[in-house]
């Protein structure tokens, strides 16, 4: 392989330990000497940060283009409304602009006949950059009340370096976030839990995944030997299970605390060396 | 005068459908003559977001001067504003006709502002 591998940490539910997960793996990578680039793109609530501690050195404005039409050499001919897949265009006497709609594809500017169209950057939230210890670090932060994130996670991977292995931490969910998360990543890491919902939700983004083509693998958090339903479900569709990590009540506890697990529960050592070990069989 | 109906069918004998942006369908009826016709929907009732903006852009492109239904969110107002559409509420999900009826004796309210949040998918 000529670029060091990215893999996406994503899960389907929210709260199964997808951030525990990548701060753990990029810590323990990092202790190995592996060049490791932690990329939150979960930014509407990016936390890897609490456990990380970077020092954040930059903090970059993210944006987008929006249209912006020169009523006076507007024709009302409509192909701009028209050409707009998310509607953020209306077609009445004149063409209304609904930015908070736009996702900057610059469809209209392109198709506008008598160029009454400029782009005009929106700002949509802020890529920050800096070091926690070996491990290159990066976030986005969305803005309050901003909708639009995908172009701020794609603005979080473009900082991705291809000599460092990159690990995304993917927003929960299988919606457009989510895609724009794990698009053109080497490998995706699901974690769930043993709970009727971790399944129904995992189920859901083994159906988004799949048609991708994207290789993925199943880690169990707060597996629970009384509750196999992840499991059986795995093996029914032939996806590997990729770590079992344990329901333990003092890495709740060190959690909370905002601390990283390996100092008390030495064990996360081995489980994490465990995981990277069933990651890179498959890469 | 034109005005469009939000409905839940295509004939005003049934209930009028309560959300704008989404609604099933819209009728076009004329408050003189009494003619009616039903325009599907259904474009931007699967709408992935929008679908306010783009049933103003309907409502407009018919000739409808005044819609009247239950709810409109904030950048569908601004949209039928800027159409130069007026909207009148009704509070309930009463047929069609009832609907029309009231509108043509001035009994139904014309809305100034948004009545509803808006939503994200």
Redesign the interface.
Known sequence: MSSSPSIAIASGKGGTGKTTVAVHLAAWLAGRGHEIQYLDCDVEEPNGHLFLKPEIKAAEPAAIPVPVVDMNRCTACGKC?AVCE???I????KP?V?PE?CHGCGACTLVCPVDAIREEPRDIGTVETGLAGPIRFAQGRLNVGE?MSPPLIRAVKIRRDPAAIALFDSPPGT?CPVIATVRAADFIVLVTEPSPFGLHDLTLAVETFRPMGLPFGVVVNRADPADERVQDFCRQQEIPVLAELPDDRRVAETYARGELLFDRLPEWRDRMAALWARIEERL | MKVVITSSSQTLAEPIDMHFGRAKYFILADTETGHATAHDNAQNLH?????G??S??TV?KLGAEAVITGSVGP?AF??LQ???VKIALVESACPGTEALRRFKDGELPVLDSPNSEGH??
């Open positions: 409304a998310f509607n953020a209306a077609m009445l006497k209304m609904f709609l909708p919606s | 709408a992935a977001q929008g679908a903006i783009q103003a852009e407009a950048k601004r949209a800027a159409a130069g994200w998918v």
